[in-house]
Nanobody, 124 residues
Framework: QVQLVESGGGLVQAGGSLRLSCAAS????????MGWFRQAPGKEREFVAA????????LYADSVKGRFTISRDNAKITVYLQMNSLKPEDTAVYYC?????????????????WGQGTRVTVSS
């Protein structure tokens, strides 16, 4: 069982930056692929970024490529999402997810554990 707790959300002006953190529990964190997803009001949850267990492979949604960076520190059992050049359309609740088996994936259904989410609001 893995528990995930996100932090770092908040209100920021367009063009600003935020760094989200996802602290995990459990001894097997280093073997899990990790992902970030987001859900805006009235919309479905969508993929944002993912990282392999070793950190050697990353995936990004086209909408955030070049602006967001996912990383992980297995020693601190934490995954990060650095978000730069934020836009109002990035406003959403951001969720961290862990995949126990398999490589990085963009599909929400492939992830086994989810955090409660952290809200990001970008004002114009």
């Amino acid at each position: 069982q893995v528990q995930l707790v996100e932090s770092g959300g908040g209100l920021v002006q367009a063009g600003g930056s935020l760094r989200l953190s996802c602290a995990a529990s459990g001894r097997t964190f280093s073997s899990y692929a990790m992902g970030w997803f987001r859900q805006a009001p009235g919309k479905e949850r969508e993929f944002v970024a993912a990282i392999s267990s070793s950190g050697g492979r990353t995936l990004y949604a086209d909408s955030v490529k070049g602006r967001f960076t996912i990383s992980r520190d297995n020693a601190k059992i934490t995954v990060y999402l650095q978000m730069n050049s934020l836009k109002p359309e990035d406003t959403a609740v951001y969720y961290c997810a862990a995949r126990a088996m398999g490589p990085t994936s963009t599909g929400a259904g492939q992830y086994d554990y989810w955090g409660q989410g952290t809200r990001v609001t970008v004002s114009s």
